[in-house]
């Protein structure tokens, strides 16, 4: 029996032993664990501004200031509302010494914003890759700003074709002058690829209130014009021809003039007379108007300037030549004496349109009779293309 004792603290021993070697011998070893490679960013190329959320108030518009392209202009969340994306590029970008300051970085935006085409951004890789930094040139002239702040918490999801981040970025103050900014908090997902939407705005990951665009006269006007240039029923690369019983004899004004009331209701039609009538706006914003009665005999004129009006579907053009100028009467360059007053009406739901021009006789202080005309579109009318001579506006541009 203590035989057999003996043998099994023996055994103990001689296990206890051969324990401790082995851990000695592991705590000893010089040779360190393995270690996984670090993840490193690959930036190049462009990137869909997935969102940017803004992280404070600071962020927020002043509701006592009218939202304006002029007041809002270089507000951070009116400009990144109007991004679709950015663009890492490759090309240099060098000081005045000719040193490299980094590579080309360049938002990618929507029509609404207008990105000068000049480079003032670039960025550069950090931290052997595992960060970034994008900064403007001192020389910036832009009224937005488009560098990132203070990168930091970057994260990479989807084997790096998606990365999220924080940074703080320019933005105007509402209110305040356009060079009085503010550094605001935001967190800014990117999403590999060409960009085809707006960025999604948000403060504090809810959707963003944006304020109200006020817009001035001008704006208006461009609007309006873009929509009635889209919309229109008719271009000057036809001539529309169309008999006396489409047309009107008055001389009221045009504000007093009534289709259904002309000063002159019989018309002569034994012989009925095609006229050869148009009007359209170029792609310089200029409009055209004119009326072939008979050999030689037609008005033309041109305006730079004219005022749309729109209720519903039915647009009104309104346009004036106080001095004479670049009006044609009759055939004849018009003096100083001949002024032409226009109205073109558009029913974009219709088709139906109305040229009515007036022709004052600032001498004689009266109207000049003439005739309103009024078609629809592809409806009892005959067009045909303009010939070479019977187009009195060489400088239009269709």
Known sequence: MKTKLKNIIAILIALTGIYSTQSCSKNNDPSPDPVSPKQ?????????????????????????????????????PGTYAQTRGIDFQISEIKNSNGQKLGNTFRPIGSEKLSLDE????????????????????????????????????????KGGNKILFKAKVSSRKPGKASNEKIQVPVEIILVRGVPTTEAKILLKGQAFSMPEVVLTEEENQAILLTELKANFGFNANYALKINFDFSSMFNATIEDFKW?????????????????????????????FYELKGNNDYNAVFYERFKIEKAGSLYTIWAEHADGKGIVNRGNTATTDHTIRLKVTFDATSKETTA????????????????AYQWKKDQNIKTHQLELGENPFPNMEL
Do not use: C
């Not at 022709?359 to 005739?371: D, F, R, V």
């Open 260 to 288: 259904d009331n002309p000063i002159v209701q019989d018309i002569d039609r034994t012989n009925e007379k095609l006229l050869s009538i148009f009007a359209a706006i170029d792609k310089k914003g200029h409009l055209y």
């Open 40 to 76: 490193v960013l690959e930036l190049e190329g462009k990137w869909t501004l997935e969102s940017v959320n803004f992280l404070d108030e600071t962020a927020s518009w002043d509701a006592a200031v009218d939202y304006t392209s002029e007041s809002g202009s270089g507000w951070a």
């Open 356 to 371: 009515i021009p007036e022709i004052y006789n600032l001498s004689a202080k009266y109207t000049e009779m003439g005739i």
């Open 118 to 157: 000049k480079n003032v951004w670039y960025w550069n890789y950090l931290n052997e890759k595992q960060g970034f930094e994008i900064k403007s040139l001192p020389d910036n002239a832009a009224s937005f700003d488009f560098a990132f702040h203070d990168i930091t918490s970057i994260t990479e999801d």
